[in-house]
């Protein structure tokens, strides 16, 4: 891996980031996980790749490919954690789950209105 250095333009620049977007460190939002917010980015980066191989509907709605060992393997959880976490994005209306034939669906979710809160439960309530 080498040794730590500074952080250059260069590497600013060229550099890939998984993306985290900030909505999920809003107030409605505080008690999601650390693991559910990484997972959350690390599906995000799914996205473009989804695009790109004709992943999504008749509406240009994008589906994601779910791959638990890969992910489980990616963020060092154990089989246990990683349904727990994939739960949490569920229950937080984060990820949608559409059973449809084979393969299963799964929809990556996100809040255009900031404003809008979450109840305790999980589940979008708008003020």
Known sequence: MGRP???AVADVENETYYR???FLFMEEFAYLTNDARVLYATLLDLL???VENGCYDECGNVSIDF???KYKK???MSDETIIKTFTELLAYELLEYVKKGDPSKFYLLHYQN???NVAANGGAVNE
């Open 5 to 7: 250095v500074r952080q």
């Open 20 to 22: 985290l977007p900030h």
């Open 48 to 50: 473009e790749a989804s």
């Open 67 to 69: 791959e638990r060992e």
């Open 74 to 76: 990616l963020l060092r």
């Open 114 to 116: 900031p404003g809008r």
